[in-house]
């Protein structure tokens, strides 16, 4: 009977879970890809169009250009915003190893600055003196969600008249002072990686500009090189967002907001059950913030906390699942054992990678989990 109640109180808890979102729309997307299959048109075409539109509006910028993955959309950026073999270009060294691989597909080098312990983006008080003569670039990520400080970032770069290519994988949406995300680079990109906030059944990609130049240039980048079929201007690659998955994502992006507000709620709910035992001194752990004049959209609820890994196991055994992003620094991960970064080179982010935890969050996680949840961290460090 004990051990009946106990099943149900606790019904796993998972760090994410698209089942709810695919259950709501299952009409609509049947329906969206239905009409795909009739049209039988699956390469840039109207889903594609409209879905370029549709995210150049949101970002309030003139051009978005479909590409295969978020990868790919920092790849091209570079290659569209003229970084070439020899080039440094900086970022941070606590982010998916997706932001470094771009770069150096390009040719370049990427050059980590540490950062900032309350948002975990890059600190931009660091930036200035890593660069150097090569230096052509600054690719800021907005960790979780949360917007980097891009006042700060924007004047470095035109002080030394760098390119901006802002990783904004985790970030569709999220704003600062009132500036969507993504509009103030040279380029902003995007993933739709099913597990994102605005998530397709598959892998794509999204770089939205002001620069007509830089678009006119990712276009024939994505096709080839070509404008007119058969006719390549330029070296190019195969990288498009296909048909399908741009239907798909026509009819989820219709929820973005709401999901968006079902997100700051959640992580609002958090806030509220955590922060007072903080103040209290009976958690030893880190909440994340949203900076002044920010609008973050919680694509992670991630807290930095003591005993890390023991608290993770614990959560487990109560039925609650939560994930490490990221346990290893990219300067410190084998594929860039070349650049001969060392331990402690990054102390900030090194730290952050043996003390962060993501806990449970997607728009359909219940007010019920989420203070099973922090109730759960309470009681491990009660014990
Ligand atoms: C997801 C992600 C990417 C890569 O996107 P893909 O679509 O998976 O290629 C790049 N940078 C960050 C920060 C990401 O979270």
């Not at 890809?33 to 409209?50: A, P, T």
């Not at 009819?251 to 907001?257: F, G, I, P, S």
């Not at 930095?304 to 608290?311: E, T």
Request: net charge positive.
């Amino acid at each position: 009977m004990r051990n009946l109640n106990k099943d149900i109180t606790n019904k796993f808890i998972p760090s994410f879970d698209l089942t709810g979102q695919i259950r709501l729309l299952q009409n609509q997307l049947t329906d969206c890809y239905c009409k795909v299959l009739s049209n039988g048109s699956f390469i840039l075409d109207k889903n594609v169009k409209e879905f370029e539109c549709s995210i150049s509006k949101l970002c309030q910028v003139d051009y978005g250009i479909g590409v295969a993955s978020g990868s790919d959309a920092l790849y091209l950026s570079l290659i569209g915003c003229g970084i070439a073999p020899g080039d440094e270009v900086i970022t941070t060294p606590f982010t998916f190893i997706a932001t470094a691989n771009s770069i150096t597909r390009a040719g370049a080098k990427p050059v980590f600055v540490d950062i900032d312990t309350k948002t975990w983006n890059i600190n931009p008080e660091l930036i200035e003196e890593k660069i150097t003569s090569k230096t052509k670039a600054i690719m800021p990520v907005h960790l979780y969600g949360c917007p980097c400080k891009m006042d700060s970032i924007v004047s470095i770069a035109k002080k030394y008249k760098l390119k901006i290519i802002e990783d904004s994988a985790q970030a569709i949406g999220s704003k600062y002072q009132d500036k969507s995300i993504g509009s103030f680079g040279d380029t902003g990109c995007f993933s739709f990686y099913p597990t994102k906030n605005l998530g397709a059944f598959g892998d794509g990609g999204m770089i939205v500009t002001n620069d007509s130049k830089i678009a006119e240039k990712l276009l024939l980048l994505r096709s080839n090189g070509a404008k007119i079929k058969y006719y390549h201007d330029i070296l190019g690659f195969n990288s498009r967002l296909d048909e399908l998955q741009a239907s798909i994502l026509n009819v989820k992006l219709k929820y973005l907001n709401q999901w968006t507000v079902k997100r700051r709620n959640i992580a609002k709910l958090y806030n509220e059950l955590l922060y007072p035992r903080i103040i209290d001194g009976k958690l030893p752990i880190q909440l994340p913030i949203e900076p002044e004049n920010a609008y973050h959209v919680y694509h992670q609820y991630t807290i930095q906390a003591m005993d890390r890994n023991k608290l993770k196991s614990y959560l487990e055994q109560a039925g609650i699942g939560s994930t490490i992003y990221y346990p290893k620094p990219v300067h410190l991960q084998r594929a860039y054992i070349q650049l001969n970064y060392k331990l402690c080179d990054f102390p900030v982010t090194e730290r952050a990678c043996n003390e962060v935890l993501s806990l449970p969050m997607f728009p359909e996680l219940t007010e019920d989990e989420a203070i099973r949840v922090a109730n759960s961290i309470i009681s491990f460090y009660a014990q």
